[in-house]
């Protein structure tokens, strides 16, 4: 299908809604803007698409779901206002139009969220899904790509196009699925899927809890944990068997010991060993202070896409293949879910600004030291040819201490200087990674000024108890020589190790400086 107003026209004939925009397509449906030609009131219609309009059992999975969200009117849950088929027989439901992005997008422009956001965003994601459990439906599909941060702040849960029926009572008054449901088949999206819906078993709240647990650990670790899987087998296999590690051991900010027991623990193998409620896990999150205190502006605030969309709900959509069998859910009635308070906080530290100053200072150190390097292996080759060419010819009866003495200190020199100018390029690596945003920057940074740290302090002492006493002695033996360090034949060794000391005191102040700046961006 293409987005020619008069495809999307023709697609939505029979229907009182007129076509306006084509917002995505999907694997299962298209996704318009339309307006009803009655109200004319915005809406999204999500179309079954023109090849599987004679799937039954899409058409009343589509249905399911609209006689569902219709009921349930809850805050965040998107509202769907209508059902029915085009005159060609394409199933459609009217959902309302939401402005914003979908959490997908969001986490693409700015990961990591800052722990305080992201567990206030996964709270209301576990209220809308709360309320769908109790309604007798387990999504079975949760993902960034179907949960919506609309522009107010408000985030909705989407597409319940693959929900299960789990308590066919609280359904009461609805029209029942005519499509039964066998055991054995595998829905919903393999990177956030439970092991039992992987495996074709009984799907709970308890399922939804473990893929709500994957994307609040998404959001603050700034990356999927099985994220470096890559095929279907392997993602298959994690998800299993490998059991990630805490988030606080991987993201780039604090996380409070309460978030990596909640998420621990929604995300266990075991659907027992996890949260029996979306509410449960949310009271677990709740529980304690959130120590993300310098989070970054909340959501609400962030800058809106130029074009907001539904972009995700047909993205994110898939073909079903066989459905889980009907179990009965005793759902807890009446539960109210907790609210996370964000608190105000101060503007974030750039991260660019770091990467700058880590980039031009590993960039100026390397190539000195490099030159230093170079410099010094002529010295290090021939060091009797070296002293005359700058000197003349040495006194014989001293020609061999002159050649050790002077190879000795070229040797110190060429060592100090190699490894200060790997430290430099590590330095370019970091204010890369600083300045690109990626989300371990900040840690990098601060693992790369401990390693600094010491090799500057090794650096000044291989300079003070053995670079410079060599010069010393090699210019004792050569009156006249010019040092590694102008004017140390003519004011002694005190100007060589008020350089030393000088230049050192200015690198250590400069990796204090980048580690300051690190840790702020760290918490």
């Not at 030609?37 to 999975?61: E, F, N, S």
């Not at 970054?296 to 069998?325: D, G, H, K």
Request: aromatic content about 4%.
């Amino acid at each position: 299908m293409t987005s020619e107003p008069d495809d999307g026209a023709a697609a939505l004939a029979g229907t009182p809604y007129r076509f306006v925009a084509l917002l995505g397509e999907g694997g299962m449906g298209t996704v318009l803007e339309a307006e009803h030609v009655g109200l004319a009131q915005r809406v999204v219609v999500k179309l079954l698409r023109a090849d599987l309009a004679l799937r039954g059992d899409l058409a009343d999975r589509m249905r399911v779901e609209a006689q569902a969200l219709a009921r349930l009117s809850h805050p965040n849950l998107v509202r769907v206002s209508d059902f029915g088929t085009t005159a060609t027989g394409r199933a459609y439901l009217a959902m309302e139009r939401l402005q914003g992005r979908s959490l997908a997008a969001e986490l693409a422009r700015r990961r990591p969220v800052p722990v305080a956001q992201a567990v206030s965003l996964v709270t209301q994601a576990l209220a809308g899904l709360e309320a769908a459990h109790q309604a007798g439906l387990v999504h079975r599909d949760v993902k960034p790509e179907n949960l919506f941060l609309c522009d107010d702040g408000t985030l909705k849960v989407l597409d319940f196009g693959v929900a299960k029926v789990v308590d066919e009572a609280a359904l009461s008054g609805l029209v029942r699925p005519r499509f039964s449901t066998h055991e054995g088949g595998m829905v919903g999206t393999p990177q956030f899927a439970a092991p039992e819906q992987l495996e074709g078993g009984r799907v709970t709240p308890a399922t939804d809890v473990y893929a709500t647990g994957l994307v609040l650990y998404e959001l603050i670790a700034g990356s999927h944990p099985f994220a470096r899987h890559k095929t279907a087998d392997a993602i298959y296999h994690a998800q299993l068997v490998e059991m990630p590690p805490a988030p606080s051991a991987v993201a780039p900010q604090l996380v409070p010991p309460e978030v990596d027991r909640a998420i621990l623990r929604a995300i266990a193998k075991r659907p027992e060993d996890r949260f029996e409620s979306a509410s449960e896990f949310a009271r677990a999150l709740a529980q304690g202070p959130i120590a993300d205190s310098r989070a970054l502006p909340t959501l609400a605030s962030a800058r809106p896409s130029a074009t907001p969309t539904l972009e995700s709900v047909a993205a994110s959509e898939s073909i079903p293949t066989l459905a889980q069998p009907t179990e009965r859910l005793d759902a807890q009635k009446g539960t109210e879910l907790p609210t996370v308070a964000m608190a105000a906080t101060p503007a974030p530290v750039p991260s660019e600004g770091l990467g700058v100053l880590c980039l031009l200072a590993g960039v100026v150190t390397a190539l000195w030291k490099l030159a230093s390097a170079f410099a010094a292996l002529p010295e290090l080759w021939d060091p009797l040819g070296f002293i005359a060419n700058i000197r003349g010819s040495v006194a014989p009866s001293t020609v061999e201490d002159v050649a050790l003495l002077s190879r000795a200190a070229a040797a110190a020199t060429l060592l100090d200087s190699l490894t200060l100018m790997l430290v430099g390029a590590v330095f370019v690596v970091v204010g890369v990674v600083l300045m690109r945003k990626g989300p371990r920057g900040p840690r990098l940074a601060l693992r790369a000024t401990t390693i600094a740290l010491v090799v500057v302090g090794l650096s000044v002492l291989l300079n003070l108890a053995v670079v410079l006493p060599l010069r010393g002695a090699l210019v004792d033996q050569v009156p006249g020589l010019p040092g590694a360090l102008p004017g140390l034949e003519a004011l002694g060794l005190a100007v060589g190790v008020a350089l030393v000391v000088g230049l050192s005191a200015l690198e250590i102040g400069f990796l204090l400086v980048v580690r300051t700046w690190a840790k702020r961006l760290c918490n």
